[in-house]
């Protein structure tokens, strides 16, 4: 099963807001007796390209962020639907956090958010500690 992750960077460091997200690490996570986790790629987030405002979120801004576009801005929730065809293959989305136009573009796309309220900063340590 595939599974996307926000995250800040190479080193897969969780990026806690899924719509402002600079990447997304697709995960294949495999069962059987023993769980593996894949990395299969880290894919660029489309909504955030060309959008240096990202680089300059702190944890602090990134974690406490409302998508505060009325449900009418077609062009804002166009954006989120970009971000959802991205990872239009995966199955889930985990995210710490998401509005509810990130919500409604997976929903249209058949991916299911997981929430992930753990302590982890690791993307992969965050998977392998979560069931789906």
């Given at each position: 099963m595939k599974v996307a992750i926000p995250v800040k960077d190479e080193k897969l460091t969780i990026a806690k807001n899924a719509g402002h997200t600079p990447y997304f690490a697709i995960f294949n996570i495999g069962?059987?007796?023993?769980?593996?986790?894949?990395?299969?790629?880290?894919?660029?987030?489309?909504?955030?390209?060309?959008?240096?405002?990202?680089?300059?979120?702190?944890?602090?801004?990134?974690?406490?962020?409302?998508?505060?576009?009325?449900?009418?801005?077609?062009?804002?929730?166009?954006?989120?639907?970009?971000m959802a065809d991205a990872i239009k293959d995966c199955e889930y989305l985990v995210v710490k956090m998401a509005c509810k136009n990130t919500a409604n573009s997976m929903k249209?796309?058949?991916?299911?958010?997981?929430?992930?309220?753990?302590?982890?900063?690791?993307?992969?340590?965050?998977?392998?500690?979560?069931?789906?």
């Open positions: 069962g059987g007796m023993f769980k593996t986790i894949t990395l299969e790629e880290l894919r660029v987030n489309p909504k955030m390209v060309g959008d240096d405002h990202h680089h300059h979120h702190d944890d602090e801004d990134e974690g406490h962020h409302v998508c505060s576009h009325d449900s009418d801005d077609i062009e804002h929730i166009k954006a989120h639907d970009t249209e796309q058949g991916i299911k958010m997981k929430k992930y309220n753990g302590e982890q900063t690791d993307a992969k340590m965050a998977l392998a500690e979560m069931s789906f």
